[in-house]
């Protein structure tokens, strides 16, 4: 372990492959049925390896039909499977998909590729508003 005075790496902070390549965090998709809209949370590297997970997440999302936000704050890394994802969902959805709290890596691609032009890029996300299928408001009443 590091003590942050020492010259010497820590390795347990870059853990490493057997070829030597530092292994980053694994890619994960979520959705999140809301009452007025669908969810996809991103986390991870966004890479070839989400590729089937991606592609389910917009299968599912184009079938409920609600309007799209992406939540990408937990990206660490987006190779071209995740712009490809991000345009496929811009063109399928009958609405424009918000992507929330985009990292700078991701709003570098998302410049890059003009991909953002597609897409309304929102800093801050209100939590609260988001409302999970099944899931009472906060003043306690059910919903219908």
Do not use: C, K, Y
């Not at 853990?15 to 809301?34: M, N, S």
């Amino acid at each position: 372990m590091g003590d942050g005075n020492s010259s010497i790496p820590d390795e347990s902070a870059n853990p490493t492959d057997a070829g030597g390549r530092v292994v980053g965090e694994p890619g994960a998709v979520h959705v999140i049925v809301g009452t007025d809209r669908t969810r996809i949370v991103l986390s991870g590297e966004v890479d070839a390896d989400l590729g089937p997970e991606l592609q389910e997440a917009t299968a599912e999302a184009e079938h409920v039909g609600l309007p799209i936000e992406v939540d990408a704050h937990h990206v660490t890394f987006m190779d071209s499977s995740g712009v490809a994802f991000l345009a496929r969902l811009s063109i399928r959805s009958q609405h424009r998909v918000r992507l929330l709290r985009v990292p700078p890596t991701v709003r570098f691609l998302l410049e890059v590729t003009r991909i953002g032009e597609l897409l309304d890029v929102v800093e801050e996300d209100d939590e609260s508003a988001f409302q999970p299928v099944g899931d009472a408001p906060a003043d306690g009443t059910p919903t219908p």
